[in-house]
């Protein structure tokens, strides 16, 4: 109907229909927007997902590289692996990798070199398992370098940090506890009484064999090696060739880079003992540690 002519508009039951239409509109439109950043969010949880597991297994590869003296390679797997874990938003376990790469330039002697990748990462560690690690491995080479003081300051920040518990411990880096921590100590201590400090690092690798939980097989012989090279260079022979037989029965069933460097500082410290014990000692070292050549004594 019309009056003079003019329209009077659209009937209510076209403008029902042209509000509803707009109401699915703006309703589409929330929808498609809540799609997008669900898809979005969905987006950045599987990247974060990747990257984790690409850390993961770059610092596995470059462990195993390590072990099995690939230096080199062992040192690229792990810059891919902090860069992965940058990506996966988890610094600490860049901080991890770090101390890898810190521990093998300790390992090839570059007590130096490792100090500045430490510091790097004390920076960054926030995590008290991450910051306990880094602070044990940092006394460490503190004792590589004859540093006491600095050795003891680091170590015994780390002590606190043990004694205190290390709260909800990331898979990653579940392996170092109270019995990491004193193999470091007795790895110092051992390394500070070679420039004429007096520490016995026969107690250190008496607690840390004490502290190793099952599954570390590896870690477990060198420290028997440790303990038995340990005596001897404490005067203590007769204990040391006993302790040596019993870390070279082990040592025999373990196909490591790492445990044959660990014989060569078995090898140095019975160096000064020339008795038919000591010499079955030296001649099964020497015949473990040919098998996996190495000149590096760790």
Excluded at 41 to 55: D, G, I, S
Aim: net charge negative.
């Amino acid at each position: 109907m019309t009056s003079g002519g003019l329209g009077v508009g659209p009937s209510p039951e076209s403008a029902d229909r042209e509000l509803s239409a707009a109401c699915l509109e703006d309703r589409a439109g929330d929808v498609a927007g809540a799609g997008r950043g669900k898809e979005q969010n969905r987006f950045r949880e599987l990247k974060a997902r990747v990257f984790a597991a690409t850390a993961d297994l770059a610092a596995l590869a470059g462990w195993v590289s390590h072990d099995c003296g690939r230096y080199a390679t062992a040192q690229r797997y792990w810059s891919y692996g902090i860069y992965a874990a940058s990506e996966a938003g988890q610094p600490d376990r860049g901080v991890e990798i770090v101390t890898r790469m810190s521990h093998q330039m300790i390992y090839l002697g570059h007590p130096g070199d490792a100090l500045g990748l430490l510091g790097v990462a004390a920076k960054k560690a926030s995590l008290p398992a991450t910051r306990a690690l880094v602070a044990s491995q940092t006394g460490r080479v503190h004792a590589a370098l004859g540093d006491e003081q600095g050795a003891e300051r680091h170590l015994g920040a780390a002590d606190e940090l043990v004694a205190d518990g290390l709260g909800n411990v990331p898979a990653w880096v579940d392996y170092f506890d109270a019995a990491e921590h004193a193999g470091a100590r007795a790895v110092s201590a051992r390394d500070l009484a070679g420039v004429g400090r007096n520490r016995r690092a026969s107690d250190h690798f008496t607690d840390a064999l004490a502290l190793r939980r099952p599954g570390f097989d590896r870690v477990r012989v060198m420290d028997r090696i440790g303990l038995a090279a340990a005596l001897f260079t404490e005067n203590e022979p007769e204990q040391g060739a006993a302790a040596a037989h019993q870390a070279l029965d082990e040592a025999a069933r373990v196909d490591s880079t790492l445990v044959a460097s660990r014989l060569n500082t078995l090898l140095d410290a019975a160096r000064p003992y020339r008795t038919a014990v000591v010499d079955e000692v030296r001649t099964r070292a020497a015949d473990l540690a040919a098998a996996r050549p190495t000149t590096v004594a760790a």
